[in-house]
């Protein structure tokens, strides 16, 4: 089992429309939480970070992270054609390990 | 210039070649990362150092060694290139306490 796990897609939405991204994560002790996009042809960036139980706005984008059930999901409202790449989900340790693993990331499209 | 900056950026290379990625950084970060990104699997580590002194293995280190040569510079290496090390390499760095991580631009590595 893959320590981080994400549905590869491609996940289409209409344009306007909420995208829902998952990711799950195998390691219990995992207490850091980032989401990246990538463009095609890109490097990739960070978007979001979450740490504690719940949900995180910053914009059109939520992150919300239920620990129990090792499961991070991020939600792009109003979803843009500009929204479209592939989104990488990474988890990091407890401690200051500085190890940061990746999903293998899940394409939005984003249709007109 | 790019504040992360990897050398070469493209190269074609034949099996049982020894072939080096450079990566130079001028963000002051301790933290530099080394990961590969294959269609379908994401982005992989495959070694991590905290300082010139404190080099990690990563998810996929075997056939790989890296060296730190100084805090703003940290090099891959493959000895004996095969062709399943084809991929697209990416260095990236980070401060310390976060998952932020900053990339370059890639590295393309062809083996034949």
């Known amino acids: 089992q893959k320590e981080v796990e994400q549905n590869s897609g491609p996940l289409s939405v209409p344009e306007g429309a909420i995208a829902s991204l998952n990711c799950t994560y195998s390691?219990?002790?995992?207490?850091?939480f980032f989401w990246y996009r990538q463009y095609s042809g890109k490097s990739p960036e960070l978007i979001m970070s979450i740490y504690s139980n719940g949900d995180k706005e910053d914009g059109r984008f939520t992150a919300q992270l239920n620990k129990a059930s090792q499961y991070v999901s991020l939600l792009i409202r109003d979803s843009q054609p500009s929204d479209s790449a592939t989104y990488l989900c990474?988890?990091?340790?407890?401690?200051?390990?500085?190890?940061?693993?990746f999903g293998q990331g899940t394409t939005l499209q984003v249709k007109p | 210039d790019a504040d992360v900056t990897q050398t070469p950026r493209n190269r074609i290379t034949k099996t049982g070649k020894r072939i080096m990625l450079e990566c130079s950084q001028t963000k002051g970060h301790d933290r530099m990362y080394w990961y590969r990104q294959d269609p379908g699997l994401g982005l992989r580590l495959i070694y991590y150092s905290f300082d010139v002194k404190d080099i990690n293995k990563g998810e996929i280190s075997d056939g790989y060694s890296v060296s730190r040569q100084a805090q703003a510079k940290f090099s891959l290496s493959l000895e004996s290139a095969i062709p399943n090390q084809t991929a697209l390499y990416f260095c990236?760095?980070?401060?310390?306490?976060?998952?932020?991580?900053?990339f370059g631009e890639g590295s393309r590595l062809t083996v034949l």
């Open positions: 990474a988890v990091m340790r407890s401690g200051n390990t500085g190890k940061l693993i």
């Open positions: 390691d219990r002790v995992s207490q850091s």
């Open positions: 990236a760095t980070a401060g310390k306490n976060t998952g932020e991580l900053f």
